[in-house]
């Protein structure tokens, strides 16, 4: 059995290893991800990177991945970053040929499987590779040290849900839910302000890691203003997990109490919420913030498959998670469940709703 | 079964994880000549490092402990050279406030374990982590970038034994041995210039990656000229090994074949050849290099509590390259028989011939 019903579910990184619900091989809707952002992404590089200002105080292009997880989609994001920096300065420096190196740290949880990142690096790479174990809510980095940071499906993890949810006496008592769907304003407002706080940190965390002039490409969940959570992508794959639980729970499987006291450590913020986190910040120029309709992968429009996938990424993101709160011998069970409600769940009308914030900072 | 007779063993890191035969819980030599040398590190720091220089073009220090293992050694290791650099840095820099930044490397084979490394980190460290997978036969770090290197008990390491080893129409076929103790002289010679050459590279990628004014302290087991190399401590370590997988193969419970296609990639050398390598790369200024006695701990001077710990030693070393090439059936065994043979040695004699070689240099 789990934690006790006081404690919040603690953080833990994506599965490991490479078996069958590692997120080496259930990482498919994050590689939808770096691809459709990866012309954008170009794009970016090519209309607002000044090498020059760069280049002008180091020989080394130091690039981050926050929240890389274990590959592959961190490599094919880097190899496209480190590209378009290539052409970037072919197009600004003619006729040089001293091209500057890369150094790329690969950063996520220290329980991050780091051994198989590793592992599978790609023996052919063109950059100087390295891990850093921690949370993106501190400071990762020396002063000045960083020239690009790159994060995809990350920025909606939260350190930690909110307190408050906790609280039987507190109107934020998020019983019988885990996340914010179809809750009181309290718990939405709980959830946003432990967001904000997040950002705060690491907007000021990075700030401090960049160069002047340098970049910052991030991509995640987003909700459009007007829309329900609940009527959202991830809402959407959140609700059926908590229908999940509560079903177990009626069943006597696991306690209410159990229920009541997990609740997921992820926010999705709007384009707005997010404008005023980095205007607030002050410290970086906005050079684009949109929301991006991503669609899935074409492999994905036979709608079962799709359902079965999105159970096996839900299951590699969070199994650790929830084994931790719950125990491992429910969890066959909560999936096989979860796979059910997906088969009976109009999931053809997830892909138009899956929406991504796409943002490119540049450091003052 | 292991690899093929007409293979060379693979290099693998240490043991991981904390288990009975980990890394971790084995390291007890490494950990002793880690505390010996750490007066002569804060010396050489205090003596020779110019922080003047260092941080003209820099406001972090980059230090790197190149074949770092899992710890606990390489964070007491760490610290003693942080918190030297910081005294160092309040004698030069009276009435300065702003300390520089510190950003560790811990590197080493990608099959090291990373993830035990990662989650001991010292939860209170003054430094920014980073771990890098990779030999350091070759370059690790972008150019100029880093300003201390560290290195304990790692250089003895041969990036693969000599490949005429293996061939038995050479007069340096390595039969019936597993490493160069009393063998012809052409083994010796095969293990000699495969080491000069790895030394060449590895020399050649730390000057490249170190900035001008940079130091590297490094201490590894040494072979004082004209003493036989199976009369120290290292050799006679290996000797008994040896020993073991040779009654193993009389006894038919591996084969002959087996033991002449197993060599050991170490090599140890003398102060004159370290000597000779350093000179002929001419990057570095020699400022310190010589033969130290480090001993052993107190708490072995009990010589069968020594004996036994040595045998675990060396089986958190090298237990994964023996798999490797014999199989992990007769792991057990093999250490049981080393076991014995080492209480029937007279190791008592041991320590007073445990050398190493202690070598400060600075990038010219």
């Known amino acids: 059995m789990g934690a006790s019903a006081t404690t919040t579910p603690e953080l833990y990184a994506m599965n490991g290893g490479d078996g069958r619900f590692s997120y080496a091989k259930n ?25 020059k200002i760069l280049l002008s105080t180091s020989k080394t292009i130091r690039i981050v991945d926050v929240g890389c997880s274990v590959g592959p989609n961190t490599f094919l994001a880097i190899q496209n970053i480190i590209e378009s920096i290539e052409r970037k300065y072919q197009a600004q420096y003619l006729n040089i040929n001293q091209k500057p190196e890369f150094q790329v740290f690969f950063n996520d ?38 020239h690009f ?70 991509s995640f969940p ?34 209410e109490a159990q229920v009541d006291s997990f609740n997921l450590p992820m926010y999705v ?9 980095v205007q607030k910040n002050g410290s970086f120029d906005i050079e684009k913030m949109e929301l991006t309709s991503p669609g899935v992968h074409a492999s994905m429009t036979n709608t079962s498959s799709m359902g079965k ?18 125990g491992s011998e429910i969890i066959d069970e909560l999936f096989n469940r979860y796979a059910k409600k997906f088969e009976e769940f109009p999931h053809h009308v997830l892909p138009s709703k899956k929406v991504q914030l796409f943002v490119v900072l540049i450091r003052k």
Chains 1, 2 share one sequence.
């Not at 913020?269 to 986190?277: C, D, F």
């Not at 996938?309 to 719950?326: K, N, S, T, Y």
């Open 27 to 51: 990482s498919f809707l994050q590689g939808h991800s770096v691809n459709a952002s990866k012309e954008k992404i170009g794009e970016a590089i090519a209309e607002k990177l000044d090498l």
């Open 109 to 146: 949880l220290t329980s991050n499987d780091f051994n198989t990142l590793f592992s599978s690096l790609p023996p052919n790479r063109q950059y100087f590779a390295a891990g850093v174990p921690g949370s993106f809510h501190g400071r990762l980095f020396p002063e000045g040290s960083i």
């Open 149 to 218: 940071f790159y994060s995809c499906i990350a920025l909606h993890i939260l350190s930690k849900a909110p307190e408050e949810l906790l609280d039987k006496n507190s109107p934020s008592w998020n019983k019988g839910r885990i996340h914010y769907i179809n809750a009181p304003d309290e718990v939405v407002n709980a959830y946003a302000t432990q967001y904000a706080k997040g950002i705060e940190i690491f907007l000021d965390a990075r700030a401090k890691e960049m160069v002047s002039g340098g970049m910052a490409v991030m």
């Open 222 to 255: 987003a909700n459009p203003t007007g829309i329900p959570y609940s009527q959202t992508f991830t809402g959407a794959m959140f609700e059926l997990l908590e229908s999940s639980l509560l079903d177990m729970a009626k069943e006597g499987k696991i306690s």
């Open 269 to 277: 913020p709007s384009l707005e919420e997010m404008m005023e986190l």
């Open 309 to 326: 996938a999105i159970v096996m990424h839900v299951r590699a993101g969070m199994e650790r998670m929830l084994i931790q709160h719950f």
